[in-house]
């Protein structure tokens, strides 16, 4: 979202939390990307153990 210049606070104050959450979503995501690569490099080690 683009905002013009002079926009009202609240109108800004909108876009930021906006982002934030979207940002926070993204991580989330990557997040659980993340654990799942792990528990099948964890799977493997243990297969490669045993």
């Excluded at 906006?18 to 993204?26: E, L, Y």
Aim: aromatic fraction near 2%; charged fraction near 20%; proline fraction near 4%.
């Amino acid at each position: 979202m683009t905002l013009p210049q002079g926009a009202p606070m609240q109108d800004i104050m909108v876009a930021l939390v906006n982002a934030i959450n979207r940002q926070s979503d993204m991580i989330l995501q990557q997040n659980k990307k993340f654990e799942q690569h792990n528990q099948r490099l964890e799977s493997q080690s243990h297969r490669i153990d045993a």
